[in-house]
């Protein structure tokens, strides 16, 4: 069975500096996606960032990108010049490419944002 | 685009009850997942239905189920509610495909008492 671990479950980050959200993975699939979820206080979760595992190069959407290491089984998150609105609860997840996959997500991790 | 609505927001119930939540997906999505999420579990998978069929199942007891719908709005049941059944019980509704994010409801929160 696939299992995601988020081994810090809290975070600080002084505002404008970066941080790294660490994320592993258990898998015996080659052909899988994997997530960064962000669920702010009291609102609803949406995604941050993805990657495709066959797709060597580390996926970025603005001040998120991703450290991806397939052979590791490592998904870290980093997030340059933090604002005040990155604090929330993050998620790391991993779904495979397989017909009646699911997804399946990390415990999480509480990240704050010191102004 | 309207996004997923979950309903209702809060319950209160009682052990032994059962409970009822619905979930409206975005217009055009077919596939339904519910997740239930607490402080001690975090997030876990309870089922995912596409096109009125249940696709996949999570480790849960008999006591949850769900359906769902031909226009894909879904529902949850949980029978006989126990205390460990308090939780944010969240749905999220997505295009067909693992590449596809899932767009999450707000959630329903429920307490048993």
């Known amino acids: 069975a696939q299992t995601v671990t988020q081994s810090q479950p809290e975070m600080s980050v002084q505002e404008a500096e970066t941080v790294t959200l660490s994320c592993t993975y258990d898998t015996s699939e080659s052909d899988y996606y994997l997530f960064w979820y962000k669920q702010p206080p009291s609102r609803q979760m949406i995604l941050v960032i993805r990657?495709?595992?066959?797709?060597?190069q580390n996926a970025t959407e603005n001040r998120f990108s991703v450290n991806f290491q397939k052979a590791a089984k490592s998904f870290s998150l980093k997030i340059s010049d933090s604002q005040l609105g990155d604090a929330a609860m993050y998620f790391c997840?991993?779904?495979?490419?397989?017909?009646?996959?699911?997804?399946?997500f990390g415990k999480g991790i509480t990240l704050s944002v010191r102004p | 685009k309207a996004g997923v609505t979950q309903t209702p927001r809060y319950l209160i119930k009682t052990r032994g009850q059962q409970v009822t939540l619905s979930c409206s997906p975005i217009?055009?999505?077919?596939?339904v997942s519910w997740y239930q999420q607490t402080p001690g579990q975090g997030l876990q998978f309870l089922f995912e239905?596409?096109?009125?069929?249940?696709?996949n199942k999570g480790n849960f007891p008999g006591r949850f189920s769900g359906r769902q719908f031909s226009n894909s709005r879904s529902e949850m049941n949980v029978s006989t509610l126990e205390l460990g059944d308090s939780a944010l019980y969240l749905c999220?509704?997505?295009?067909?495909?693992?590449?596809?994010?899932?767009?999450f409801g707000p959630g329903t929160r429920l307490t048993v008492t």
């Open positions: 239905y596409f096109s009125e069929t249940q696709r």
């Open positions: 990657q495709e595992a066959y797709k060597q």
């Open positions: 997840a991993y779904r495979s490419n397989g017909a009646n996959s699911k997804l399946t």
């Open positions: 999220a509704s997505s295009l067909d495909g693992a590449y596809y994010e899932q767009y």
């Open positions: 217009s055009g999505h077919r596939s």
